[in-house]
C-alpha cells in the first residue's frame, strides 16, 4: 500500500483560497492515479477530482472553474489548489492513490485535513 500524507487544511473565508497537498511513498508515483475526496458528518465520501499518471484530470461538477488538481511527479506530491471557495466546501479532504497495477479503484487513502469556509 501507498503511503499518504495530506497537509494544507485551515480556515478561510468565502471567496478565499487554500491549496492541499499530499506525499505520497513509494518509487513509481508517476504511475499512480490520484485523487481528492471530501467528506461531511453524516454523508458519505464524495468524489472531488482526479488525475492520471499522463496528467489527465476530472473534476466533480461541484469544483468545476475553482478547483485545480496538479501533480509532482519529482515530488512525489499531488495538489488541490481551491480558489472561490465556499461554505458548502467545507469538509475533511481526503487523497486517494491507485497504484499499479490500476484498477480504477482508489486503494489507499491519507488521514484527511480539514477545510473550514466562513460565511
Known amino acids: ?6 497537509s494544507g487544511g485551515g480556515l478561510v473565508q468565502a471567496g478565499g483560497s487554500l ?5 505520497a511513498s513509494g518509487r513509481t508515483f508517476s504511475s499512480y492515479r490520484m485523487g481528492w475526496f471530501r467528506q461531511t458528518p ?3 465520501r464524495e468524489f472531488v ?4 499518471g499522463a496528467g489527465t484530470t476530472y473534476y466533480a461538477d461541484s469544483v468545476k472553474g475553482r478547483f ?3 501533480r509532482d511527479n519529482a515530488k512525489n506530491t499531488v495538489y488541490l489548489q481551491m480558489n472561490s471557495l465556499k461554505p458548502e466546501d467545507t469538509a475533511v479532504y481526503y487523497c486517494a492513490a491507485d497504484s ?5 479503484s482508489f486503494d489507499s487513502w491519507g488521514q484527511g485535513t ?6
Do not use: D, F, N, Y
Open 49 to 52: 477530482a482526479r488525475i492520471s
Open 100 to 104: 499499479p497495477p490500476i484498477t480504477g
Open 1 to 6: 500500500q501507498v503511503q499518504l500524507v495530506e
Open 19 to 23: 491549496r492541499l497537498s499530499c506525499a
Open 42 to 44: 453524516g454523508k458519505g
Open 68 to 70: 485545480t488538481i496538479s
Open 114 to 119: 480539514q477545510v473550514t469556509v466562513s460565511s
